[in-house]
């Protein structure tokens, strides 16, 4: 079974420093895809990022970029130039593809509050 | 417009009651999905489908019952409530042109309170 870890119950980060978003997984399948969501305060859930297991490079959309080490199953996601909008819950999520499933698995989250 | 609308929003029942909540979607996605957010626990599978008429246990199914007899439609019904049951629920779907890459979009989730 698979199993994603979030170690990080809340995060505090100054306006506009960097912050990094921890995230471990487990799984035995060599084919799988891990995800990043956001939701804020209003509750959506908004898909930041995507990284697949035989992507050669880290993946990066804007200000977020993710810090994929294959070796030690770490995924964490990397937020530069914080801003008081990145306030927020952070799901990192796992997809296997030898289940068969489009279904995601997600971690418990991480709590971001970005001061000013 | 187009997405994935649930309802109602907010429903507040009682123990032993039947509850249904919906899910419409408009892009014809062939994937949804039922989660359920509880503090602690993220969103945890309750049910799945792959395409009308196919659904399957997710990791959390007890008390819920599904149905898909059209693609845009995903209700979730709770035979019985129980306080148990008390979350916020949240209905997807995922594009499968996008393959396994493709990211599940959500709805805005419906809080349901069990008293």
């Known amino acids: 079974a698979q199993k994603i870890t979030q170690t990080q119950p809340g995060m505090f980060v100054q306006e506009k420093e960097a912050v990094t978003l921890d995230c471990t997984y487990d799984t035995s399948d060599p084919s799988y895809g891990l995800f990043w969501y956001k939701q804020p305060s209003s509750g959506e859930m908004i898909f930041l990022i995507y990284?697949?297991?035989?992507?050669?490079q880290n993946a990066t959309e804007g200000r977020y970029s993710l810090n994929f080490q294959k070796a030690r199953k770490s995924a964490n996601l990397v937020i530069s130039a914080s801003q008081l909008g990145d306030s927020a819950m952070y799901f990192c999520?796992?997809?296997?593809?030898?289940?068969?499933?489009?279904?995601?698995?997600f971690g418990s989250g991480t709590r971001l509050q970005v001061q000013p | 417009d187009a997405g994935i609308t649930q309802s109602p929003r907010y429903k507040i029942t009682e123990t032993g009651r039947q509850v249904t909540l919906m899910c419409h979607q408009t892009w014809s996605h062939s994937y949804m999905f039922w989660y359920r957010q509880d503090l602690g626990h993220g969103l945890r599978l309750i049910y799945y489908s792959a395409a009308a008429d196919i659904t399957d246990k997710g990791e959390v199914p007890d008390g819920y019952v599904v149905s898909r007899s059209k693609t845009e439609n995903f209700p979730l019904t709770l035979e019985s409530a129980t306080r148990s049951q008390t979350s916020v629920y949240f209905c997807?779907?995922?594009?499968?042109?996008?393959?396994?890459?493709?990211?599940?979009?959500f709805g805005e989730g419906s809080r349901l309170t069990v008293l």
């Open positions: 999520a796992m997809r296997v593809m030898d289940t068969g499933r489009r279904a995601l698995t």
């Open positions: 997807a779907s995922s594009d499968p042109d996008r393959g396994w890459a493709g990211e599940l979009f």
């Open positions: 990284q697949g297991s035989y992507d050669q």
